[in-house]
């Protein structure tokens, strides 16, 4: 019989110290990680959920690897992050854009060649669904996108500011200059440029929005979750992965579309099952 793991993560701020004083405090990414908890449970996964000051990147690394320990071929891996997304100079040179995409955990970034270096220890055959509600900051041209879409939301009557899942460009800046020592030595490592390229198992993300676009938080859910549970509807829902994504995407603004692409082994059948099943 299948076994079905799952790691919910929200943070809702980050540790200043690492920061260089921004705590980037968000208002709905813990209840993110709480509700994503509850649709996994109720698919009888056997979940952790991390919130804020233990999203750390110890302890985040250490789940996911314990994860891969256990879990065997047709075995389910799900994995959910809600918090602040970022950029890291590419420094060994397996990025277009030459910036590396990272989630902002507690005490530290976690680089995304890290995170397929990780799905890389998953058995073959093993599934792996990841929901990331988070943005990244881009090259100048999606800067400038972000900046603008951020003055024209926020200029709404009779609404409050919108906050973006999105660590500002400076604060990148001045988050990898103040810690250059400790992600210099993961941007160098050869062998993690070849880490999405060595991913056995079959992982299936669908994240919040495009690379050039931003993931609005909210007053009870992010806006990628809230319309996610709306549609799973209490599991309601009985189409496939891409009825999902598609439904999710109907409910979006058009400037938030939720994006859908597979890492490692695509497995047409992990594809057409009904979400969240085991």
């Known amino acids: 019989m299948a076994k079905g793991l799952a790691l919910t993560m929200g943070l809702n701020l980050v540790d ?14 813990e209840a993110d990680a709480e509700d994503m908890a509850s ?11 991390l919130l804020t000051r233990a999203a750390t990147r110890t302890q985040v690394t250490r789940s996911i690897l314990n994860a891969a320990k256990k879990l065997k071929s047709g075995d389910i891996f799900m994995l959910s992050y809600s918090g602040h997304g970022g950029q890291l100079p590419d420094l060994n040179n397996d990025e277009p854009d030459a910036q590396d ?38 090259t100048i041209v999606k800067i400038a996108y972000y900046q603008g879409t951020a003055a024209v939301r926020s200029s709404g009557i009779g609404s409050q500011a919108v906050r973006y899942r999105f660590m500002p460009p400076d604060v990148a800046l001045r988050t990898y200059r103040n810690n250059r020592k400790f992600y210099d030595k993961l941007l160098k490592n050869i062998k993690l440029r070849d880490a999405k390229a060595a991913v056995k198992a079959s992982v299936l993300l669908i994240s919040g929005c495009q690379d050039n676009q931003l993931s609005s938080d909210g007053d009870f859910n992010g806006l990628f979750t809230a319309q996610l549970l709306r549609v799973w509807k209490n599991g309601t829902f009985k189409g496939n992965y891409k009825g999902f994504h598609k439904a999710i995407i109907r409910r979006m603004p058009p400037d938030q579309t939720p994006n859908y692409f597979w890492a490692g082994q695509q497995d047409v059948t992990f594809e057409t099952q009904r979400p969240f099943t085991i």
């Not at 200043?16 to 990414?29: D, F, M, R, T, V």
């Not at 649709?39 to 959920?49: C, D, G, L, M, Q």
């Open 16 to 29: 200043p110290k690492h920061y260089g004083g921004w705590s980037g405090e968000l208002n709905a990414c």
């Open 39 to 49: 649709i996994a449970k109720s698919k009888r996964f056997e979940v952790k959920t």
């Open 101 to 138: 995409e990272t989630w902002c955990l507690y005490d530290g970034e976690l680089v995304d060649d890290e995170l397929y270096a990780l799905f890389g220890r998953f058995a073959r055959g093993v599934r792996i669904l990841v929901f990331s509600d988070s943005c990244h900051s881009g």
